[in-house]
């Protein structure tokens, strides 16, 4: 079945031999794929083709997200202290979920994810077994869930089985992290491999990570890698001071350079965070052409720092975005922080232009979760398609071609005042309509509002002020 969608204004690209924003394109879709664009048509008159007024661009990817996080917004940020701290309320998350429980959480934070124009997830897990460290009847169930949550919600997913063996640099885990652990690197591989060879459906990817160079010793680092060697591999990189100080006492080395020591850094890597490196680490990551996967958001809201974003580009590596602890669920916010923290950090302005970071948030962050062919509006890419009302109270006024401006960048001005006012002043408030995979979604957002309310009650103690630590 043919669907046809006429678009006021879509974004076909950027950068050298891109169309950019294009006036009048009709898309058509086949099943999950797009099969036709055809730019500069006038607005059919059939009622046959559905029309799309504003500015179509590809859905987004959310590279790094820890679902059960949700649960904590509006539960810490009355209260000092560092990500440490806040990571102890977080753990009083973890220590409630099962199954059931996570599925229903992971549901309703995939449809607010769906709601803001996001179409693939990278979905960072590490919440394997039972409390006391028991593996469940079935072994990847808390997993399970999480694909369930996503393909039940509309999106693709990139499930990224995490490898978790130490509370940090050999110690045991304590507490709530012998859920994490899987107690050898070869049992992670065992469990994670069964759960690759359980989906044969394009929607789902199963990926590998390593939670972080204090959590997994370097011995195991190899096995990890060569466990599922085809599919996309996440690591925490330099998140923390604390973590960088402590890899140097260990190892004599930054968590970059101990990557890259045992193979790891290469392009089939992100290494999210990355937000305290050494001018080395820069160069070796850049070199490989590594993703390295920028959470502004949640950056800022732990108090972590700001990553040296435009160094790593220029060393060759490639941009993504993630929510990560969802702080908020708003990639428009992802990706302009990248620019405006810059700003901070430099007192200059301009170090990313806004088809940079619309690539970033779309096409390099597909490819990052092993979903090549999305992120695109050309045939054969999935059929992601999300629209941005430009009549909004942030986007009205918006030029439809934004005059070059000396000194911007190649490209600059071609992609339109449109794609500026989409990554710069435009919120997921103002996304009116998604296409994931060929399917409409129809979600109210009161009724994801709901769900969401619910699913946190059962998960945060029944205590509003739930995580809350002096």
């Given at each position: ?9 879509a ?94 959480l ?28 028991r593996?469940?009847?079935?072994s ?48 992670w ?34 096995i ?8 996309p ?67 800022r ?17 490639q ?75 942030r ?46 979604v ?5 009724a ?23």
């Amino acid at each position: 079945m043919t669907t046809a969608y006429w678009c006021e204004h879509a974004w076909l690209g950027g950068g050298a031999g891109k169309a950019g924003v294009v006036p009048g394109v009709l898309i058509e879709v086949e099943g999950q794929r797009i099969s036709s664009v055809v730019p500069n048509q006038l607005q059919p008159t059939s009622g046959t083709v559905e029309t799309l007024a504003g500015l179509t661009i590809p859905g987004f990817a959310n590279c790094h997200s820890h679902a059960f996080h949700r649960a904590l917004r509006a539960r810490t940020e009355a209260l000092r202290g560092t990500f440490w701290t806040w990571r102890d309320a977080m753990y009083g998350v973890a220590a409630r979920l099962e199954p059931d429980s996570y599925y229903e959480l992971a549901l309703a934070t995939y449809e607010e994810m769906l709601l803001a124009g996001i179409t693939a997830v990278g979905e960072f897990h590490y919440l394997h077994h039972r409390l006391d460290g028991r593996p469940y009847a079935d072994s990847n169930a808390m997993g399970e869930a999480l694909v369930s949550a996503a393909l039940d919600a509309g999106l693709r997913i990139c499930l990224l089985d995490t490898c978790y063996l130490s509370s940090g640099f050999g110690a045991r885990p304590e507490g709530v992290q012998v859920r994490f652990s899987d107690g050898t690197a070869e049992e992670w591989a065992d469990r994670a491999h069964a759960l690759e060879v359980e989906y044969d459906d394009p929607r789902v990817q199963i990926g590998a990570a390593v939670h972080s160079v204090r959590a997994v010793h370097r011995r195991a680092f190899t096995i990890v890698a060569a466990a599922l060697p085809d599919a996309p591999m996440h690591v925490h990189v330099s998140e923390q001071v604390a973590e960088n100080d402590a890899c140097l006492a260990t190892y004599g080395r930054t968590p970059t350079q101990l990557l890259a020591d045992e193979g790891l850094v290469t392009d089939r890597l992100s290494a999210v965070h990355a937000t305290h490196l050494t001018e080395e680490d820069v160069q070796l990551l850049g070199a490989a052409g590594v993703f390295v996967t920028f959470c502004p958001t949640t950056e800022r809201d732990l108090a972590d720092g700001i990553g040296p974003s435009r160094a790593l580009a220029a060393a060759g590596a490639q941009l993504t975005l993630g929510s990560d602890s969802h702080a908020v669920i708003d990639m428009f916010e992802e990706m302009r922080a990248v620019e405006l923290d810059e700003r901070l950090a430099t007192q200059q302005r301009g170090h990313w232009q806004p088809v940079e970071l619309l690539a970033a948030a779309t096409t390099t962050g597909h490819r990052s979760l092993g979903f090549a062919d999305g992120g695109r509006l050309e045939p054969g890419a999935w059929a992601d398609l999300v629209t941005v009302d430009l009549t909004s109270p942030r986007t009205a006024g918006a030029p439809a071609v934004a005059p070059a401006v000396a000194g911007a960048g190649a490209g600059a001005g071609a992609v339109g005042g449109l794609v500026e006012a989409a990554v710069f002043a435009a919120t997921a408030a103002d996304v009116t309509s998604v296409v994931s995979g060929g399917r409409r979604v129809v979600l109210d957002p009161a009724a994801v509002g709901k769900r969401l309310a619910t699913a946190i009650s059962g998960v945060v103690g029944g205590d509003s002020s739930a995580g809350d630590r002096p």
